[in-house]
């Protein structure tokens, strides 16, 4: 599938307020929110080609070959901190639910052991139970949401980034 997104200059692809070489500045939040929209309305997975429409007086070879290149990183790079995200929320889900499961037994013996009231270990097996519920959450919400980020940015990373002359643009 394509998606074409006419610019009328490079700078269009790059937030307005750096103004670095088109290597190192950084990408326009319009364009990674335009880019957002079309993927979803596409589906899934659905980014191969990435096709940049601009007027043909407006083009310079080097500079594009420079902009994929620059976006292409950025995809990967933002593929790559969501991908360790989710391993590091994974990580902190199971720890949370080793100290919950840790917890009920250990309030248990320990009530049991110090003569405690029924209400003093019941009171003590509340932080048992929000370590675990609190891990199962992060470990069920969160990682979707690192898993939908990151295949949006693999879709992107993948897809294949030209530009075109706007003049007599057809659409595939």
Do not use: C, Q
């Not at 307005?16 to 929209?37: K, M, P, T």
């Not at 620059?70 to 933002?78: G, M, N, Y």
């Amino acid at each position: 599938m394509e998606i074409a997104i006419a610019i009328d200059s490079y700078d269009d692809l790059f937030s307005d307020f750096d103004i670095r070489s088109y290597g190192e500045r950084a990408i326009s939040r319009d364009l990674l929110d335009e880019l957002r929209l079309r993927l979803r309305k596409a589906g899934p997975g659905s980014a191969s080609d990435l096709v940049f429409l601009v007027p043909r007086e407006a083009r310079k070879e080097g500079d594009e070959e420079l902009i994929v290149e620059r976006l292409r990183r950025f995809f990967e790079e933002r593929r790559a901190h969501y991908l360790r995200e989710d391993r590091r929320n994974a990580r902190l889900a199971a720890l949370f639910v080793a100290i919950g499961l840790a917890l009920s037994p250990a309030a248990s013996l320990a009530a049991a052991r110090l003569g405690a009231r029924p209400l003093l270990t019941d009171f003590l097996l509340i932080p048992a139970w929000f370590f675990v519920w609190n891990g199962l959450e992060l470990f069920l919400k969160g990682r979707g949401e690192y898993r939908r980020k990151r295949a949006y940015y693999e879709s992107l990373a993948a897809s294949r980034t030209s530009f075109r002359d706007i003049e007599g643009y057809a659409p595939r």
